[in-house]
């Protein structure tokens, strides 16, 4: 952190919303761990689409009882972009 100052940096967040439409290699989510990969989603700290198409979000409860958030993509048979 520059000059002292105790700001959150701004290129760890969501860069998606659900509805969106995305090429294929476009990143999704940067240095968060509340979310996870789900369908045509790769990647571990920069999670990062597979194919074109829609996103959507899905929660499945974890084995502890904690509900997770997972980030999926529809695919598309059109071209996006």
């Given at each position: ?24 290699g ?55 972009g």
């Amino acid at each position: 952190m520059t000059g002292g100052k105790r700001r959150p940096r701004k290129d760890k967040e969501l860069k998606v919303s659900s509805g969106q439409l995305v090429k294929t290699g476009q990143i999704l989510v940067r240095g968060m761990g509340t979310y996870k990969r789900g369908l045509c989603v790769g990647g571990r700290d920069p999670l990062f689409a597979l194919c074109s198409g829609s996103i959507y979000f899905s929660k499945r409860k974890a084995p502890r009882g904690k509900a997770q958030t997972f980030i999926n993509i529809k695919p598309c048979e059109e071209k996006v972009g």
